[in-house]
T-cell receptor, first 112, second 113 residues
């Protein structure tokens, strides 16, 4: 049973806000939610991590509802350079490899 | 730049040969991870180390694969008797602890002919 479910692909335009939702119905009490970005021929890059409510950093926001069964990565005012694959991971901080499942991710394509 | 480095960046080998890859993590990171990634798929966990101890291995990891992290610093991943199905990008990452932000290296692209 997959730990997370994300859309396979999304399209948007420069200057728009993009929201990518990840479903994790079986999230455990100690699990955190982490998002990575990956460009072709590069390793993934950490974007943001959260446990509940809202987390914001200089590149993105992460919204987590009270039941924590889903989360939404929000990218404000995207540009062409935001075209990449985005992965949602769920796992226990400090725990084992159970939280290291990347899945297929969401391929985000930004158009001019 | 003191990020994660991997060597070599590209490796072409014939089926049946052995190959070894090296990963140098960020120096203060205790945890080191190896992943494999094929086209169109996300990184697939292979194994990880806490300092020099190998704590977990994916049950998908064939016995032809072995990894070491002597002295808890750099790590090597060896693939014996390579097969065409081993062709992939091999990624190394390090972090302070599992679940915390992982820093990935550029990867080693292996092609088995």
């Amino acid at each position: 049973l997959a730990k997370t479910t994300q859309p396979i692909s999304m399209d948007s335009y420069e200057g728009q806000e993009v929201n990518i939702t990840c479903s994790h119905n079986n999230i455990a009490t100690n699990d955190y939610i982490t998002w990575y970005q990956q460009f072709p021929s590069q390793g993934p890059r950490f974007i943001i991590q959260g446990y509940k409510t809202k987390v914001t950093n200089e590149v993105a926001s992460l919204f987590i509802p009270a039941d924590r069964k889903s989360s939404t990565l929000s990218l404000p005012r995207v540009s062409l350079s935001d075209t990449a694959v985005y992965y949602c991971l769920v796992g226990d901080v400090g725990g084992g490899a159970d939280g290291l499942t990347f899945g297929k991710g969401t391929h985000l394509i930004i158009q001019p | 730049d003191t990020g994660v480095s991997q060597d070599p960046r590209h490796k072409i080998t014939k089926r049946g040969q052995n190959v070894t890859f090296r990963c140098d993590p960020i120096s203060e990171h205790n945890r080191l991870y190896w992943y494999r990634q094929t086209l169109g798929q996300g990184p697939e966990f292979l194994t990880y180390f806490q300092n020099e101890a190998q704590l977990e291995k994916s049950r998908l990891l064939s016995d032809r694969f072995s990894a070491e992290r002597p002295k808890g610093s750099f790590s090597t991943l060896e693939i014996q008797r390579t097969e065409q199905g081993d062709s992939a990008m091999y990624l190394c990452a390090s972090s302070v602890q599992t679940g915390y932000e992982q820093y990935f290296g550029p990867g080693t692209r292996l092609t088995v002919t």
